[in-house]
């Protein structure tokens, strides 16, 4: 069961893609997100950069690419 919470950017990505290492679970992470970069530029923009993730970033990502 997913929890809707603040992770690091390496472990939600590890959610979504737990047979990676952190770091190319976390670049597979940003390309499905760079997929939305153009309904969603605002949103994404102020993800773009965070180590961790806050509660609404990660509600924002389960809105656009569902839960892991």
């Known amino acids: 069961m997913f929890i809707l919470q603040s992770y ?4 939600l990505a590890q959610l979504y893609f737990p047979g ?4 190319s679970a976390y670049m597979n992470l940003r390309n499905w997100l760079l997929e939305h970069k153009d ?3 605002e949103q994404l923009k102020q993800i773009h950069g ?3 993730l806050r509660k609404c970033d990660v509600a924002l990502i389960v809105e656009l690419i569902g839960e892991p």
Do not use: D, F, S
Not at 8 to 11: A, G, H, L, N
Not at 20 to 23: F, T
């Open 8 to 11: 690091p950017r390496k472990e």
């Open 20 to 23: 990676l290492n952190p770091r």
């Open 39 to 41: 309904t969603h530029p």
């Open 50 to 52: 965070r180590r961790i």
